[in-house]
């Protein structure tokens, strides 16, 4: 059984106990998206066979970069619990995906402009 991070240790060692958790995080929301890919290959109509999300996740992990880790959403709780603080509480079994923002795209047709229609 692991023990949770206590503050004594946190403190001591925070810039790896924060680095431990993105890592954590990243595989977390890996490993979730890859099941709902899952999910979404078996409920189309091209079926195409059994994925192994396990072999899938371990190919794609293994290629991850340090520039490709996305920072954990505030709130966040580990579900390994030797990632979690100790006085975090324990975790929703839901991944909360992050959500991204972008500008609003507007399309327009080549050759007209606002005023001509």
């Known amino acids: ?8 240790s946190y403190e001591d060692l925070k810039e790896y ?11 977390e929301l890996l490993r979730h ?3 709902k890919l899952k999910a979404n290959v078996f409920s189309s109509n091209n079926f195409v ?4 999300v396990n072999s899938m ?3 794609i992990w293994t290629n991850v970069q340090g520039e490709d880790l996305e920072t954990p959403l505030v709130g966040w709780i580990p579900q390994d619990e030797k990632y ?3 006085w975090e509480g324990v975790p929703d079994n839901t991944v909360k995906l992050p959500k991204y923002k972008g500008r609003p795209v507007m399309l327009r047709a080549k ?6 229609i």
């Open 1 to 8: 059984m692991y023990m949770a991070i206590s503050k004594e």
């Open 17 to 27: 106990w924060d680095y431990q958790r993105v890592l954590e995080y990243n595989k």
């Open 33 to 35: 998206r890859l099941n």
């Open 49 to 52: 066979g059994e994925l192994d």
């Open 57 to 59: 996740f371990n190919d």
């Open 84 to 86: 979690r603080f100790e």
């Open 111 to 116: 050759g007209y402009e606002d005023n001509d």
